[in-house]
Nanobody
Framework: QVRLVESGGGLVQAGESLRLSCAASGPTFATAAMGWFRQPPGKEREFVAVIGWTNSSANYADSVKGRFTISRDNPKNTVYLQMNSLKPEDTAGYYC????????????????WGQGTQVTVSS
């Protein structure tokens, strides 16, 4: 079992930045790939970013590319999402998940989701 706890969300103005954290507990192999997903109000959950074991493996949704950066600290078993130049359309609940495969994680997400952390961007 992998337990994931998201934190770092909040209320910010457009153009400001936030850094989300996702702390993982469980087998290391099960978190070889980690990623962020979001669900805007009234919308379906969507992919944001994924990363493999090394920071060079990051992959992003077009809507956030150039503004968001995903990274991980393996000794801390934690993945981060640095969000710059935030826009009102970034408003969503943000969730992290993990898998043994980066490709599968991006395509499928996870079978279960935690509480997430809310990001609200005002105009």
């Amino acid at each position: 079992q992998v337990r994931l706890v998201e934190s770092g969300g909040g209320l910010v103005q457009a153009g400001e930045s936030l850094r989300l954290s996702c702390a993982a507990s469980g087998p290391t192999f099960a978190t070889a790939a980690m990623g962020w997903f979001r669900q805007p109000p009234g919308k379906e959950r969507e992919f944001v970013a994924v990363i493999g074991w090394t920071n060079s493996s990051a992959n992003y949704a077009d809507s956030v590319k150039g503004r968001f950066t995903i990274s991980r600290d393996n000794p801390k078993n934690t993945v981060y999402l640095q969000m710059n130049s935030l826009k009102p359309e970034d408003t969503a609940g943000y969730y992290c998940n993990a898998d043994v495969s980066l490709v599968r994680l991006r395509a499928r997400g996870g079978d279960s989701w935690g509480q997430g952390t809310q990001v609200t961007v005002s105009s």
